[in-house]
Each structure stands twice: as C-alpha cells, then as structure tokens.
C-alpha cells in the first residue's frame, strides 16, 4: 500500500526518465558487491553455527542463510528470518534461533550506532539547543550502554536466565538461552567486526546506487543512508521492509538535495540486489527440500 502511494505521488514516467539517465558502471559496481555482501553474512552465519554445531559444513549454512532470505521476504520486518533453524539438521531448533537472535542483534546494534550519529548529525541544526542538548546526550548514553553490553553477552545471559525464571515454559527458553553459555568477549568482538563489516558493504553499495542516479558528496551520503537504514530497521512493519526503506530514502536524502526519484530508485534496486534475488534462490532451496522430503516419504 505504502509502495503504491509512493509510485503514484512520483509518478512512474519520473523514475523511468530517472533511471534512463543513471551511470550504468556505478550501478553495475554495487551488483558485484553482492557477492562480498553475501558472503560475509554466510561467513557470521556459519561461525554462529559452529558455536552449537561443531560439524555443521560450508554447504549447511548456506542453505539455512538462503532459505532464511525466503522466509524473511514474506514475513514484516523478516522475522521469518528465523526461519533458518530448521535447515540446520542434527541440532535443537530453538539453540539455532538462539544464535539467530545473537545474529539480528548485534547487525541492529550497528545499524543503531552508525544511524544516530547520521541523524544527529542531518537534523541536528534543525532542533532547537534545548531539545538537541538532551538528545545528544540521550543517545551518547544509550549507544555506550549498548556498546557495553555488545562486548560483556555474560551481562545478557545473567538477565535472561533470571526473566526465564518467571515463564511458563523454562526448558524451552532454557535452551534457547543456552547459547550464551559459550559465547564469550572473543566471540562478541568477531561478531561486531562481522557486522561492521557488512554494514559497510550494504552503505557502499546504496552509496553507489544513489551516485549512479545523480552526484552526491559521501559525507552527506552517509548522513542520509545511515538515517534511512535506522528508520527502515526501527519500523519493521512492512513485506521486505518495502515502502518503509523508500520512504525513509525519499526523507532523508531531500534532506541532503537529492531528487525523489533517485532516493526511490536507489533504494529499490537495493532492495533487488540484497533482499529479492536472495530470496528467490532461497524459496528454490525450500521448494527443493520440500520435494526431496516428500520422495523420501514416499
């Protein structure tokens, strides 16, 4: 709904004049980058894994990455992302939802981190001292609380265990829990540079989609991309976040004197490159292991 809205306010003649006009070897650039995009996210995968399945293969978790993509496509703010536990075999579901968890949170603490010095600092001007004095010093606080807690997880494991305690099924959440038990500063350092990483290579290749439609100083880039990827995180409302992550684009970027139409295109081929064709080759692994099972049942 909210992507047809956006359509007909532009108008589609404007996107396609838009895009008729873009450089093609900057959007060509950001396709390449799918692959690094990809495969560091299999990369943290896989390392995640490991920490509940020793054994788990290269093959294993990318399979469980891919349909993962799948799931999440058709799920609001891709929660069926979760999804992936049960193309891990061999290993208690909720241990692999527990990784899971680990994995979307330290991604959503970066994009947190990264997103509030873009914001602060677009509409920092725009505020009045008075209200930008105690949000500064809101989000200073909040982004070192969450710093400290991304490199202490014994400080999550300690809550969780003890919030466990009042549920009515324990053993259930006890074992999703679990996964803590082993996750140590070391592992939570490689994760946050996993997670910089690709946050990293989504910002760059946005960066260049954006470029591709029309010039933008890279500072000013950061500011608005950044502040897109935090609202589009921060509001998972829609299918494959659509709408919300164009609408945040076609915000913030005017902030920065880029066209509507380059924000929109820039942030649904984005969408194309890192979310649709992912997704199509995970619903062909699910549609595949659904077949294989049947046979075998058969």
């Known amino acids: 709904m909210v992507m047809v809205m956006l359509v007909k306010n532009l ?12 450089t093609y070897i900057y959007i060509i650039m950001a396709a390449l980058l799918v692959v690094p995009n990809i495969y560091i996210q299999y990369y943290k995968w896989r390392y995640l894994i490991r920490l509940v399945k020793p054994e788990a293969d290269n093959a294993e978790a990318l399979k469980s990455l891919l349909a993962g993509f799948a799931f999440g496509f058709i799920t609001p703010g891709r929660v069926g992302e979760f999804g992936r536990a049960f193309f891990i075999k061999d290993c208690p579901w909720m ?7 680990i994995d979307k949170f330290f991604s959503l603490a970066i994009v947190i981190f990264m997103g509030s010095i873009g914001i602060l600092s677009l509409l920092g001007k725009q505020l009045h001292f008075f209200i930008l004095l105690p949000l500064l010093i809101f989000t200073i ?17 300690t809550l969780l265990y003890k919030i ?16 803590f038990d082993n996750f140590n500063r070391k592992n939570a350092y490689r994760l946050i540079i996993y997670s910089v990483i690709f946050y990293l290579i989504y910002f760059i290749q946005f960066s260049l989609l954006v470029i ?13 991309i950044s502040s897109t990827l935090l609202v589009k995180s921060l509001l998972p409302i829609s299918l494959g976040d659509l709408g919300i992550r164009e ?12 066209q509507q139409a380059t924000a929109f295109n820039a942030s649904i081929m984005t ?5 649709l064709i992912p997704s199509m080759i995970g619903f062909f692994i699910v549609l595949k292991n659904k077949l294989v099972n049947f046979y075998d049942q058969h």
């Open 212 to 224: 591709a439609f029309e010039h933008i100083h890279l500072f000013r880039a950061f500011q608005a």
């Open 141 to 157: 606080i909040t982004l070192l609380l969450l710093r400290y807690v991304l490199i202490h997880p014994e400080l999550i494991r």
């Open 95 to 101: 241990k692999v939802i527990g990784v899971s968890f």
């Open 11 to 22: 108008k589609v003649a404007n996107i396609i004049t838009t895009f008729g006009k873009a």
């Open 271 to 275: 969408f194309i490159l890192n979310i």
């Open 247 to 258: 609408s945040a684009a076609i915000f913030f970027l005017a902030k920065v004197g880029a």
């Open 164 to 179: 466990n305690v009042i549920l009515p099924i324990r053993d259930k959440i006890k074992q999703l829990i679990s996964v």
